[in-house]
């Protein structure tokens, strides 16, 4: 059986291990573009040892930034940058990943630091938000306008326009953002899509839109590279977007050409009560691996080494998404591979500190 060390070919792509840098926004752009933080953030988790190294959501336009500091990939202008981090990434011996997104309506928001759970208005530095429905998020948020059928075309052109500028910055993986309540996971829930035409209504309708969207990404997407989405597998609300669904969901998408669906949850009702605790995702991930077929990524509370290698090792996931605890510990599978008794090469700048009863400082 794998394990957490062992490799993960997918296409023409071979991760050197199951551990992946999950998508947390750092909300430290100025108009979409990265920066030294995003180099330094990115560029140290492949330092640390991580086979896939995915960037925060980056928005496909400008409305569908979270917030005004997100990151974007709308321009050919982004991509220099991001080319900058992806080579050094990939000079780390990790594979460079990107996430594309729009938010919908949980666009146009302040820095979650502030936190106010509001919609920025325009004087506040935020924009005109868009949704499936005229339905807000939340209490203080403000009423989205319902996208029109054109205003869907443009919004795939755009992912589409993403996924080229991420060819040329050097990303080997895309994943396309269907999850945590944002558009495309709006689409899927009958919660906030209350739509009576094509793309709402029935689950096929439901649907469309993000199979539109993978369709479209994969005519562009090599062949050889491999195509990812983040679901949210359910909304935690009785009527909502379920298990179900997302099996049936998985089922269609994988003809389409994607090659791992990324299992998270929530996000759609700000009331919806979640039974947080660690690894309380992970039978997800198993349940859409053994009912689609598909490969899968679990995440959520994922800390120890142990109940990683323990998610991989019994088949219940094929990677492993940490996102908290590769914040606290940036060099955390180094740490993981010693407790678990396996080899990997750490930086030779960093040998001396890995080797057995070394002092911290070596003096010349």
Known sequence: MSHLFAPLTLRSITLPNRIAVSPMCQYSCTEGFANDWHLVHLGSRATGGAGLIFTEAAAVTPQGRISPADLGIWSDSHVEFLGRITHFIAQRGSVAGIQLAHAGRKASTPPPWENRAVTLNEAEGGWPIVAPSAIPF?????????LGENDIKEITTAFVQAARRSLQ??????EIHAAHGYLLHQFLSPLSNQRTDQYGGS??????????????VRKIWPDELPLFVRISVTDWVEGGWDLEQSVELVRQLLPLGVDLVDCSSGGTDPLARIPLGPGYQTAFAEQIRRKSGSKTGAVGLITAPAQADHIIRSGQADLVLLARELLRDPYWPLRAAKELD?????????VRAAAANTPAYMPH
């Open 342 to 350: 396996h080899v990997i090469p750490w930086p030779a700048q960093y």
């Open 169 to 174: 910055a050097g990303f080997h993986i895309a």
């Open 203 to 216: 689950f096929e309708n439901r649907t469309r839109l993000l199979k539109e969207i993978v369709s479209e």
């Open 138 to 146: 939340d209490a203080g948020c403000i009423v989205p306008t319902a």
